[in-house]
């Protein structure tokens, strides 16, 4: 599968060219996407950060599709899975935002490997815990580990073009967040088939968690020996030879906090990804306890929420490209606002339904139009700020938590709510704060309901308003500039070629 | 290229570039009004469906079942908790002698199971006790399943070794040639809080899984300490070139 994108036409120095496999940009950052190549930099990046993601997500998903034994060795209530639930979830929301600034200081290779292989611990202890304190810790501590989500983004952003970088970064998220979907296969099977070769249910599902834990160790193990941050190199490597001067965190770190759009985007994703992540631990006992399936049954059910994300995610982000392609940035915004406005409302009904068929089937659209929903909110963050990347991207990330957290906390903890009211409630909540993304707007692009600003304010205006004038004396602003040239494409074809 | 883009944003004014803008916006969704009555249609056809399939079957209830067993569960050794796959219970169920004669007439098997006690299904919506039959999860473990032949029966039953740790008591049910219950008989009172008996469930715990996990862990966080080490050195290497 081959992307293009407008990069690729403004032509590229031939030094450029004989460096790199792909077609790259001012910045050497690949403008097309070749999915079955593994080509040092860019698609080795690709790869091996996205298999590192789905591995943390298998991990703290780990144990929810075998709840329905766990909570009979351990005598959880309902008090007890719901607190765990929200752990597993709630750690990684300050991880998430240190993520960012890790990112944008050491590099996402470094600190993502460093997470991961720090969490991993968390994930071989679980087959110690004998209490539903131990239950809580381990998916609290596991759960920490999502925030290479953030890593995962913001290597993509720095590795694919402007054109391209919708769909990386939705492929790259999406196939990571296929964990979350795959492991409700792969825990009861596993679980299976460790009892058939004579454990007792009790034992059987603690020795299943060495399988998570193993892959997770060694994703990380391949991050760390064949990934590179950059197109040019390491950041290691290029802080010490000068190529990359050292940004003041504090300056990164404000500059990214004042802008508000992270903070809607962080909120709005909070209710397109916080909504899968609670699916993600709630739907394989909602359908076991609901229909009276067996564990193995509820799995696949379950699995094909998480499994809808090979393609409804990507989907997500090559969609919000090609409304960018066409109508720019104001495409990007009314295509994301639609598609999560739909899946609130799917998964009203979803809780309505009674029917196992019908429930199944709903369920499946509700799942495409969510994790669409997540790629196109990553199809607008690359251009929030330049400057701080990793700080919008680790906000909204750790929005997105912050969402499946308060949901699991409002609706899904305890026996407050049956699980299906709870279900229909979390729709509702998930329009209302959709709506705050009609109010995002770029002066030099315009937002939903607003045209460009009449001050004619271009995308150097835009990015370069990040640095001040001792700053770029002293040329730190560079890469906002080139990243403001490339980003031209966000005003969409009609305004380039009024022509047509 | 840029430059083209730079004079032609240029050469628009305002108002020009606002009304070409608001000019191809507006037809993006020529078939929004289209598209929502589709969706609030379909909507339509699905809640009709699910109102619909909630019509259907007559569930069997609990409370049509009778009393007509009687049966007693006492753990044999004369012990607080009874310890999953160690300690038994001795089992006892027969017909009530005060019931009518013949209202044994139409059991095929006695079905015998074990049962939460309320103290055990607080907030454990899993554990529920309904009304339907076939929704009722009182009693998940089956303890033994007999053809019925009239006599008083016992039964030594080890308690098994997934029984999580609860409190119990043990309930019969009359099943009819249909695999329907038709009559019931359990070990404690109507409010199940009488004659109870309390397991305690196997860790599932072994110390080698203990072991392997403080190896893996310790093996993942020494194999970072390592690599950054390395890349430390490898930075070091490049400044001196």
Known sequence: ?500 | MMAKDHTLYQDLTCTQFFHQKSIFLLPKFPNSTMTIHTLLFVSLLIFSFIESSRGGNKDRLFTELQNLLEVTAKPVQDVIVLEAGKDMVTIKWKLKSSGKVDADATFKTIQVKLCYAPISQVDRPWRKTHNELFKDKTCPHEIVSKPYDKTPQSLDWTVDLDIPTGTYFVRAYGIDGDGQEVAYGQSSDEGRTKNLFSVQAISGGHVSLDIASILFSVFSVVSLLVFFVKEKKKAKLEQRE
Not at chain 1, 360 to 371: A, D, E, K, R, T
């Open chain 1, 1 to 500: 599968m081959e992307v293009e994108g407008k990069g690729g036409e403004a032509g590229t120095t031939t030094t450029a060219t004989r460096r790199f496999a792909l077609p790259v940009d001012a910045e050497n950052k690949s403008t097309t996407f070749r999915l079955f190549s593994v080509a040092k930099p860019h698609m080795r990046a690709f790869h091996l950060s996205w298999f590192q993601f789905f591995c943390c997500f298998v991990s703290t998903f780990a144990a929810p599709p075998l709840l329905p034994i766990i909570r009979e060795n351990l005598n959880l209530t309902a008090t007890d899975i719901g607190n765990a639930g929200i752990a597993s979830v709630s750690g990684s929301v300050f991880a998430r935002i240190v993520m960012g600034t890790a990112c944008d200081l050491f590099g996402p290779r470094l600190a993502s490997a460093a997470l991961t292989l720090s969490t991993a611990p968390a994930v071989y202890f679980t087959a110690g815990i004998k209490s539903p304190i131990g239950f809580i810790m381990v998916r609290f501590f596991a759960g920490f580990s999502l925030a290479t989500f953030v890593s995962t983004q913001f290597w993509m952003s720095s590795m694919f073009s402007g054109p391209v970088v919708g769909s990386a970064n939705g492929i790259a998220a999406g196939w990571g967040n296929l964990g979350g979907g795959a492991t409700q296969l792969i825990m009861p099977i596993v679980f299976s088939l460790i009892r058939r070769m004579g454990a007792t249910k009790f034992t059987a599902w603690r020795i299943a968690f060495f399988i998570p834990g193993l892959f997770q160790t060694l994703s990380a193990f391949a991050v760390l020996l064949f990934g590179q941050d950059l197109p040019d190199g390491d950041y290691w490597a290029m802080h010490k030879s000068g190529e990359r001067e050292k940004d003041d965190v504090g300056k990164v770190i404000s500059n990214g906090i004042s802008n508000y759009r992270g903070w809607i985007t962080a909120l709005a994703y909070g209710y397109c990804f916080g909504v899968e992540l609670t699916i993600d631990n709630i739907i394989a006992e909602y359908f076991f306890d609901r229909f009276h399936l067996n564990l193995q049954t509820a799995g696949i059910i379950a699995a094909s929420f998480g499994l809808a994300n090979f393609f409804a995610r990507p989907g997500g982000g090559i969609f919000s490209d090609l409304m960018a392609r066409r109508f720019g940035m104001r495409g990007r915004l009314w295509a994301w606002w639609i598609v999560q406005t739909l899946g609130g409302v799917l998964c009203a009904f979803l809780g309505q339904i009674h029917s196992l068929t019908w429930s199944i089937v709903v369920m499946l659209i509700f799942s495409v139009f969510v994790q669409a929903a997540c790629g196109l909110t990553f199809g607008v963050v690359p251009f929030i700020s330049r400057r701080s990347l990793g700080v919008i991207s680790g906000m909204t990330g750790a929005g997105g938590n912050v969402g499946a957290v308060l949901t699991q906390l409002i609706f899904f903890k305890g026996s407050t709510y049956s699980r299906e009211t709870g279900i229909t409630l979390m729709g509702i909540m998930s329009i209302a704060c959709s709506l705050p993304i009609c109010f995002i707007y770029f002066p030099q692009w315009g937002g939903m309901f607003c045209g460009p600003s009449s001050k004619k304010v271009t995308e150097e205006d835009y990015y370069l308003a990040e640095w001040s004038s001792k700053e770029k004396a002293k040329n730190l602003h560079l890469a906002s500039q080139k990243f403001a040239e490339t980003s031209v494409s966000e005003r969409g074809r009609a305004s380039t070629h009024p022509q047509t």
